[in-house]
């Protein structure tokens, strides 16, 4: 995204990027796309790090020395020959990170914990509006219709196939975003 536009910028191309919102979730991706379009990273990196750190898991890292020792104590609990659903479970749970990146991808905006994070992506998302770039708000593009499921260029085609007239309700919170982009 960041190549593209910032070609197309070089070039006097007037780019307006809609990316899912969880773009921001890989620094280096996020951080590319902002100077792509002249925007200082000094000037949105405070809201980015707000952001971030309530979306990253206080356990990111699982040490593996800590996973075998609780996964081998999950498994000596029993000694039947098939590991059951229930014990499975138990062996995701102590392995697992809990990311808050994925329910952001999926419910949008309305998923962000209430506060800094959010007061901080209103001041960031004002600045990538006033340059050119539109955060998806409900999560993903698929997330502005659920009733149709897939994901891509599948999916609008799904789309346009299962409500062909553009002035069914259900384009109404698509015809808002798409305002905001004044084309």
Not at 8 to 25: A, E, G
Not at 34 to 51: H, L, M, P, Q, T
Not at 149 to 177: C, Q, R, S
Request: with cysteine.
């Amino acid at each position: 995204m960041a190549k593209i536009s910032r070609a197309l910028r070089s070039l006097n191309v007037d780019v307006k990027l809609i990316p899912d919102i969880d773009v921001m979730n890989d620094e280096n991706v996020f951080k590319g796309i902002v100077d792509a379009f002249g925007i200082s990273w000094a000037s949105v990196e405070k809201d980015y790090r707000v952001i971030v750190s309530n979306l990253h898991s206080p356990k990111g890292n699982v040490k593996r020395n800590d996973a075998k020792a609780t996964i081998n104590s999950i498994l000596d609990k029993t000694q039947t020959p098939f590991i059951s659903s229930a014990k499975q479970k138990e062996i995701r749970d102590a392995i697992s990170t809990i990311s808050k990146w994925e329910p952001l991808k999926k419910a949008g905006i309305a998923s962000l914990p209430a506060g800094n994070a959010t007061n901080a992506f209103e001041h960031l998302n004002k600045i990538l509006k006033e340059n050119g770039i539109f955060l998806v708000s409900v999560g993903e593009l698929e997330c502005f219709i659920k009733t149709v499921g897939g994901h891509g260029l599948e999916w609008a085609n799904e789309v346009l196939e299962t409500y062909p007239n553009l002035n069914d309700p259900v384009y109404l919170k698509i015809k808002e975003f798409i305002a905001e982009l004044n084309l």
